[in-house]
């Protein structure tokens, strides 16, 4: 009797031994999947700051085309404007070329 005690005290060690092994693993690879899904979305995130840096530099750059067409069309607007003067000082208005 106490061979086969010791034999079934034995077993359900082993038993009981198995299944923390188990859980052990189940652990292991949902903490590896949670690693994972933590790596992805940095992934995103990272990818959304580039692309907003991206678009942030596409906007500040058609902002400096803007005002360089707004500065070019001044300096346009007053050479016109030079050359209406010259042509009245020659006696020529301008508004009637």
Do not use: H, N, S, T
């Given at each position: 009797?106490p061979?086969?005690?010791?034999?079934?005290?034995?077993?359900?060690?082993?038993e009981?031994?198995?299944r923390?092994?188990q859980?052990?693993?189940?652990?292991q690879?949902?903490?590896?999947?949670?690693?994972?899904?933590?790596?992805?979305?940095?992934?995103r995130?990272?990818?959304?700051?580039?692309?907003?840096?991206a678009?942030?530099?596409?906007?500040?750059e058609?902002r400096?085309?803007?005002?360089?067409a707004?500065?070019e069309a001044?300096?346009?607007r007053?050479r016109?404007e030079?050359?209406?003067?010259?042509?009245?000082?020659?006696?020529i208005?301008p508004?009637a070329?």
């Open positions: 009797a061979f086969r005690y010791f034999v079934e005290v034995r077993a359900g060690l082993l009981a031994l198995e923390e092994r859980r052990a693993e189940l652990a690879r949902e903490a590896e999947a949670e690693r994972q899904r933590v790596e992805e979305e940095r992934q995130a990272e990818l959304a700051q580039r692309e907003a840096e678009e942030r530099q596409r906007v500040e058609e400096q085309r803007a005002e360089l707004q500065r001044e300096a346009e007053q016109a030079q050359l209406a003067q010259k042509l009245r000082e020659l006696g208005d508004d070329l």
